[in-house]
């Protein structure tokens, strides 16, 4: 079984614990990498042509107005083709209940036919939020597996919890 692990994940300023704080790795990057370790695939980092400000507070306004405004920033690359992949994680951090608005521009583009889909989404207290409906909607022909939340201040010692979430869900 061939894994493709899809993520956006923002290091600098974010909000962790209840304080603005800086990191030097994203909560999102980590969990990726973990998955990546734990049963192989390619990773793939999503990143916007122009960056979010670097700012925390600044940042979640600008994530704001893109949510309520439905946008589709322009990446820097774009993955085009997953025809080699039987299973596709999706890893990002919660903006506004969801994940940025840049992870649905990449997965609106790709063809998600006979795919298993799986949500893992950092937060600092909402939880998976709207993220796997809205996942479903970008992802028509995928089979949707159960989603999991993984508090973003916990990301580094999330590795037996996405382990054994995996194989509950895989029965890898």
């Known amino acids: 079984m061939a894994n493709l692990i899809i993520y956006y994940s923002r290091s ?3 909000y962790v614990d209840g304080k603005v704080r800086s990191l030097v790795k994203g909560n999102s990057e980590i969990c990726a990498e973990i998955l990546c370790r734990h049963f192989g695939g390619d990773l793939f980092r999503i990143e916007t ?3 979010y400000p670097s700012n925390y507070i600044e940042c979640i306004e600008v994530a704001k107005r893109e949510k309520n405004e439905g946008a589709r920033p322009t990446l820097k690359k774009y993955l085009d083709d997953i025809s080699g992949y039987d299973n596709v994680f ?3 951090p919660c903006w506004w209940g ?3 608005c840049a992870v649905f521009t990449q997965l609106e ?3 998600f036919t006979g795919k298993k889909v799986l949500v893992v989404m950092t937060h600092e207290g909402s939880g998976l ?4 409906e809205d996942v479903k909607k970008a992802c028509p022909g995928a089979e949707l597996v159960e989603g999991f939340a993984v508090h973003g201040a916990e990301a580094a010692e999330s590795e037996f919890p996405l382990h054994n979430w995996v194989v ?3 029965g890898k």
Not at 129 to 132: A, E, P, R, S
């Open 12 to 14: 600098g300023e974010n």
């Open 49 to 51: 042509e122009k960056e």
């Open 90 to 92: 999706v890893v990002g």
């Open 98 to 100: 969801t994940f940025p």
């Open 109 to 111: 583009k790709l063809d």
């Open 129 to 132: 939020g709207d993220t796997v």
């Open 168 to 170: 509950s869900v895989l």
